[in-house]
């Protein structure tokens, strides 16, 4: 009985130490929308919350979405994808500490705010076909993009349209990793072709432009 009781004990103890490691955050998900509505509480393993908001620029069409979940590996990033055509791809993932910390996290464009890096992708862009594309020039990469990415496949935007596409241009390093998981609007439906290649320096021709 002794040993019984001091197990019940040890349990009893863990689970109260269990729960004071839980915190609680924000949790909404607005398809197609900036502002949070019948926002709810989750409870997360980390002390840290999130706030991701998207923007997407498809041709003529904007498309923008907010997500605030429980923190990640995501967190305090831009991820990017520029194509300097018809797609372009914006996602600012805002995080704090804290039970409710992303409960003043809002819709930001923080990411369009960036500048160029030094760095250069072939880049196209084909919205009617998930069949690849042929190069058009190249583009200037900015923020972290690092990495140049050809991708097509079948993905289904914010207000519900599924759509055919193929692209080519700069990516966020690891882009290729997290894919259309870190799009909060978008929804990838079939993936044919996404790869990821080191950028190249826009100077490669130092020797030539300095006349030596």
């Given at each position: 009985?002794?040993?019984?009781?001091?197990g019940?004990?040890?349990?009893?103890?863990?689970?109260?130490a269990?729960?004071?490691?839980?915190?609680?955050?924000?949790?909404?998900?607005?398809?197609?929308?900036?502002?949070?509505?019948?926002?709810?509480?989750?409870?997360?393993?980390?002390?840290?919350?999130?706030?991701?908001?998207?923007?997407?620029?498809?041709?003529?069409?904007?498309?923008?979405?907010?997500?605030?979940?429980?923190?990640?590996?995501?967190?305090?990033?831009?991820?990017?994808?520029?194509?300097?055509?018809?797609?372009?791809?914006?996602?600012?993932?805002?995080?704090?500490k804290?039970?409710?910390?992303?409960?003043?996290l809002?819709?930001?464009?923080?990411?369009?705010?960036?500048?160029?890096?030094?760095?250069?992708?072939?880049?196209?862009?084909n919205?009617?076909?998930?069949?690849?594309?042929?190069?058009?020039?190249?583009?200037?990469?900015?923020?972290k993009?690092?990495?140049?990415?050809?991708?097509?496949?079948?993905?289904?935007?914010?207000?519900?349209?599924?759509?055919?596409?193929?692209?080519?241009?700069?990516?966020?390093?690891?882009?290729?990793?997290?894919?259309?998981?870190?799009?909060?609007?978008?929804?990838?439906?079939?993936?044919?072709?996404f790869?990821?290649?080191?950028?190249?320096?826009?100077?490669?021709?130092?020797?030539?432009l300095l006349?030596?």
């Amino acid at each position: 009985m002794k040993f019984s009781y001091i197990g019940a004990l040890c349990v009893f103890m863990a689970l109260i130490a269990a729960a004071q490691c839980l915190f609680t955050c924000n949790e909404c998900w607005v398809i197609g929308g900036t502002e949070c509505c019948n926002v709810k509480n989750t409870t997360c393993p980390l002390p840290g919350c999130m706030t991701m908001s998207e923007y997407c620029v498809v041709e003529d069409k904007h498309f923008r979405s907010i997500r605030k979940t429980c923190g990640n590996e995501l967190c305090n990033l831009c991820l990017t994808v520029t194509t300097g055509l018809d797609f372009n791809v914006r996602v600012s993932t805002q995080c704090g500490k804290g039970d409710g910390s992303n409960a003043n996290l809002n819709f930001t464009e923080s990411c369009n705010n960036l500048t160029t890096n030094g760095l250069k992708c072939p880049r196209c862009y084909n919205g009617t076909s998930a069949e690849g594309c042929a190069d058009n020039g190249t583009v200037a990469c900015v923020g972290k993009e690092m990495q140049c990415a050809d991708y097509a496949g079948v993905v289904q935007y914010s207000d519900g349209s599924v759509n055919y596409i193929s692209y080519k241009g700069c990516i966020v390093t690891g882009g290729c990793l997290v894919g259309f998981l870190g799009l909060p609007g978008t929804k990838e439906i079939k993936r044919k072709t996404f790869n990821c290649t080191a950028a190249t320096s826009t100077i490669l021709n130092l020797p030539k432009l300095l006349n030596l």
